[in-house]
Structures are given as C-alpha cells and as structure tokens.
C-alpha cells in the first residue's frame, strides 16, 4: 500500500503541503528557513544516531555519519514526492529495500 493511502485525509495533506513547500522554500527565504529547519533537525539526530552506533561498533566508522543521515532524509523525501505523484503507489517493495539498505551498514 503506498504512503499516501495508508494515511489518514489530514496526513495525505501534509505530505502533499510539504511537497509544496519544498517548491516555494527556493522562491522565498522564510519559506525555505522554515524548510531546512524541518530537515536539519531531523538530520542531526539521525547523525548522532549514526555515530553513536559506531561508538558501539555496531556501524562501520568510516562511514560519514552526516552524510548517511541526509541520505535517509533523502530516502523519506523521495518516497514522500513519488507518493504526492502517484497515490496509487505500491511501496510493498520500499520498506524491504530500505531494511536491506540499513541492515548493510551493519557489521
């Protein structure tokens, strides 16, 4: 079942407003603060996730744990974009893949 389906109206909503945002926040500087805050935040604390699995020496060290964690950022995007798109998107096959992907990271 896609993202966008397996929602409710209102969170439909804001996926597609985000989608929407992304757009405006390269026309307007407040839009596009509000923007990167909205993913900074998030990116920070996947970030510190990352390296502190590599503490526990669960993640290998040599991978550079801010750009892993704008890569899972980018992985959320990119399935909440195709879902604004397509709302009869089937990602049945994301979820594994994404596993798969992670699960790689690990020793």
Do not use: K, N, T
Not at 15 to 43: F, K, N, S, T
Not at 77 to 100: F, H, M, T
Request: net charge neutral.
């Amino acid at each position: 079942m896609g993202l966008l389906r397996s929602l409710g109206p209102g969170e439909r909503q804001r996926v597609r407003l985000g989608v929407q945002i992304w757009a405006e926040a390269l026309r307007a500087p407040r839009v596009h603060a509000v923007a990167r805050e909205g993913v900074d935040r998030p990116r920070a604390v996947v970030a510190d996730l990352v390296r502190a699995a590599q503490e526990r020496g669960e993640v290998d060290a040599a991978w550079p744990a801010d750009g892993l964690a704008r890569v899972f950022v980018a992985i959320y995007q990119g399935l909440a974009l195709q879902s604004a798109w397509d709302p009869e998107l089937d990602d049945a096959g994301y979820v594994p893949a994404v596993e798969r992907l992670i699960g790689a990271l690990a020793r």
